[in-house]
């Protein structure tokens, strides 16, 4: 921990002093990034986000490899990232995302399908890693008269932006940057933190251990509607970091279709996802066929495939004030191979910002959120089957029941936010003989 905090503090001071400098104009020597009709070419982000968690010790009666410890437990996770932005030539911009990472979560990741810290990995060590999180290069071709303002953030650079136009996309990026979206429940750096809340739980997005995948992807935008497709490598193992080479046999397939409306004169947003994924895959059935306790890894082989949907809606009833929920479900004959053990989830919520109270800048979220699987999948791990995340060597069945509840305080300028989380977790890992587990946390966000 002495190595990540002198790191983390270098890297802070340095990104610090650059980010100062990140909407000056290479050519004026001023600040152009909030002048309408000015492109930026260049620019700068950072964030650090470190989440605390602690949970007392909870009723468990047994306990398998892959089960959330009953003992008290803490555990820290820490992420540090660059975001830089470049504007190549007409239409061409590219994004370049080193981040460093280290902590854990709960007993090593493991136990809840909604596991509450979506900032963990389940790398296997603690210790922080830096490594490279995006790199890719877009190609917008737009057309048409009616135009956005893009503002400076983090992977978007200042300027206008036709509301029309086709966009093609390569590289390395989370699935997350372009799909299922929500103005509410999407980043657990800054709004819900657990894992079933940061997308569709049943979704099996593409992604190596860290959460990013190579690919290309595409988008047809259009004033009011979307259109968003990808094709994207899978990984050799389950949750794993080494890219299958025979990308014929290994690929996914990811389509959503978004519509922007009003509602009473306030914005909403619906959103239908489709996806198939497949690779060197087990199936459940196969795995209870072919051994007792039974092993997925040992019946693997080409294929394979899992497919599913999510449904997703966003609305404001008032300025500060909205909604979201969102319904996925997978077929859950073969093995997850990439997010969580979730086959089926629903979830719902909503966020309140504080000008009732004075705190205009502060928010408060309430979700909640029920989890299951499919019937193979319930029968492998009730015969002692284990997944890469869940696994308590039996099972009474019962769907994984979350609430989650969190204060956001903005503490400095928009730059800096703290935090309190609560969560309630009945049946973790779909086990009725285990828990209830009860999470708090405490969360430091910075950006710049």
Same mark, same amino acid.
């Given at each position: 921990?002495?190595?990540?905090?002198?790191?983390? /503090?270098?890297?802070?001071?340095?990104?610090?002093?650059?980010?100062?400098?990140?909407?000056?104009?290479?050519?004026?020597?001023?600040?152009?990034?909030?002048?309408?009709?000015?492109?930026?070419?260049?620019?700068?982000?950072?964030?650090?986000?470190?989440?605390?968690?602690?949970k007392p010790g909870f009723s468990a009666p047994y306990s398998g490899l892959n089960s959330l410890s009953p003992n008290r437990e803490t555990a820290t996770s820490i992420t540090s990232t660059l975001?830089?932005?470049? #504007?190549?030539?007409?239409?061409?911009?590219? =994004?370049?995302?080193?981040?460093?990472?280290?902590?854990?979560?709960f007993s090593k990741t493991l136990g809840v399908a909604g596991f509450p810290n979506g900032e963990t990995f389940r790398v296997g060590s603690a210790e922080p890693k830096i490594y490279l999180a995006r790199?890719?290069?877009?190609?917008?071709?737009?057309?048409?008269?009616?135009?956005? /303002?893009?503002?400076?953030?983090?992977?978007?650079?200042?300027?206008?932006?036709?509301? #029309? =136009?086709?966009?093609?996309?390569?590289?390395?990026?989370?699935?997350?940057?372009?799909?299922?979206?929500?103005?509410?429940?999407?980043?657990?750096?800054?709004?819900?933190?657990?894992?079933?809340?940061?997308?569709?739980?049943?979704?099996?997005?593409?992604?190596?251990? #860290?959460?990013?995948?190579?690919?290309?992807?595409?988008?047809?935008?259009?004033?009011?509607?979307?259109?968003?497709?990808?094709f994207t490598t899978t990984t050799t193992t389950a949750n794993g970091s080494v890219?299958?080479?025979?990308?014929?046999k290994a690929n996914t397939q990811t389509l959503e279709y978004e519509k922007r409306y009003t509602l009473n004169g306030q914005k909403g947003a619906l959103r239908l996802l489709g996806f198939r994924n497949k690779g060197k895959m087990g199936r459940y059935r196969d795995a209870l066929a072919f051994s007792n306790p039974p092993v997925i890894d040992t019946v693997q082989a080409y294929g394979h495939h899992k497919y599913g949907f999510g449904i997703n809606a966003e609305q404001f009833f008032m300025d500060d004030f909205g909604v979201f929920a969102r319904a996925s479900w997978n077929d859950g004959r073969t093995e997850t191979w990439a997010f969580t053990e979730i086959d089926r989830s629903v979830s719902i919520g909503g966020v309140l910002k504080g000008n009732s109270w004075q705190r205009d800048d502060d928010e408060i979220g309430l979700a909640l959120v029920d989890n299951g699987i499919?019937?193979?999948?319930?029968?492998?791990?009730?015969?002692?089957?284990?997944?890469?995340?869940?696994?308590?060597?039996?099972?009474?069945?019962? /769907?994984?029941?979350?609430?989650?509840?969190? =204060?956001?305080?903005?503490?400095?300028?928009?730059k800096f936010y703290i935090s309190p989380d609560y969560q309630f977790v009945m049946n973790p890992a779909y086990n009725k003989d285990r828990g209830p587990v009860n999470v708090f946390a405490i969360r430091a966000h910075a950006e710049f």
């Open positions: 921990m002495k190595l990540l905090s002198t790191t983390l /503090t270098s890297v802070f001071i340095f990104l610090a002093f650059i980010t100062n400098a990140q909407s000056v104009s290479p050519i004026a020597g001023r600040d152009t990034s909030k002048e309408k009709g000015i492109s930026q070419r260049v620019n700068f982000h950072f964030q650090q986000t470190v989440i605390t968690q602690t975001f830089a932005g470049a #504007r190549l030539w007409k239409g061409a911009e590219a =994004y370049f995302n080193p981040e460093l990472s280290g902590g854990s979560g790199l890719y290069l877009t190609q917008n071709f737009e057309w048409g008269n009616d135009q956005d /303002t893009l503002t400076d953030d983090a992977n978007q650079l200042a300027g206008l932006k036709s509301k #029309r =136009y086709f966009s093609i996309t390569a590289g390395k990026f989370g699935m997350a940057d372009f799909f299922d979206g929500n103005t509410f429940s999407h980043d657990p750096r800054t709004q819900f933190m657990n894992w079933s809340l940061m997308s569709n739980g049943a979704w099996d997005y593409p992604a190596n251990t #860290r959460g990013y995948v190579l690919g290309l992807y595409t988008e047809l935008g259009m004033p009011d509607w979307s259109l968003r497709f990808a890219w299958d080479g025979r990308i014929s499919s019937g193979d999948h319930r029968d492998y791990l009730a015969a002692g089957g284990y997944g890469f995340i869940i696994g308590d060597g039996k099972l009474n069945y019962g /769907t994984e029941l979350i609430a989650e509840l969190y =204060y956001k305080v903005n503490a400095y300028q928009h």
